[in-house]
């Protein structure tokens, strides 16, 4: 999937997922160990600035428990793909639900009580306008099903956030190697912008960031000559940035490396939406001194005559 993203505010889609059909039959001694295909067909995400290819792989979770991948086996004409995905034969349950999510390479765990665990990568490698495929995550409105269906259609949206770098001072164009953004809180804690994502699938598909596990920063390793008239994408936890907390950029090119920092001024606030892309300016005057751990040399004050 090639994922470019165009510059600009994405709409805003609410990641509405219906309640599952859990009740059970009595008798689940029945339960047979035969498979059925279930063809599911995804919507167009081409509003989203990409479009589904035939290497694209969804991982498929049914009642929150049983995990499948489905990859595409047609692509249609109007941007939508449909996907083919084995699952046990089941004929004693009442009701079935289903979440997915893209790309399934992120899914780093099977469920557990109804938690599936993706990855965000905090080190991650655009091109101009790209995205790496297992950052830019996508997770579909829930459906359901009074029996095990044939088909389904389902529709994705992003999770991440979407930030775009305009970087300012640094010339028409430079070989950048790399940008590490990090943001940070008014009383010096670490705001996290990548790692771990917990979906609660059990309850209504509610997201967590786990923290514990995110990084505060983010590296993009670009290695190539930039022309700074166009913004640099990545993605990114949603996010907050209030009064005083601030968001740090730090571009090394091959010459140079240079920092900047942009604070949040009192009563503004920065914000790194789900399926928006946020357009952050950042503005370069002056390299950073060298690293040395030798004390620096002052020179002496001119005494009065």
Known sequence: MKLTVHAGVLALLTILLCGCMDAH???????????????????????????????????VVENNRAIATATVSTLKGDGRAEFSVAMTKDSTLSGFCYDAIYPAEAVTESVDEGVVMATLSPEQRPLRGTFDRESFIMLAERATSQSQPHQMDIHFSPIVAIGA????????????????????????????LAGDIEIYLAEGGKLKYAVSKASAALCLDL???????????????????????????????????????????????????????????????????????????????????
């Open 25 to 59: 039959k009595e008798d689940n001694s029945n339960t047979s160990s035969q498979t059925t295909t279930i063809t599911i067909t995804a919507n167009s995400i081409n509003d989203y600035g990409t479009s589904w290819n035939l290497q694209d792989k969804i991982a």
């Open 165 to 192: 770098l305009q970087l300012s001072g640094l010339g028409e164009e430079c070989y950048i190697e790399e940008i590490r953004i990090e943001a940070c809180g008014a009383d010096g804690r670490d705001i996290a």
């Open 223 to 305: 290695c190539a000559n930039v022309d700074t008239a166009t913004p640099i994408y990545f993605c990114c936890n949603p996010c907050v940035l209030h009064n005083g907390e601030s968001l740090r950029a730090e571009v090394e090119t091959d010459k140079e490396t240079f920092t900047s920092t942009v604070t949040i001024a009192e009563g503004q606030k920065m914000e790194l939406k789900s399926g928006h892309t946020t357009l952050i300016t950042a503005h370069f005057s002056a390299p950073l001194p060298p690293e040395d751990d030798d004390d620096p040399v002052v020179p002496p004050t001119p005494s009065d005559k």
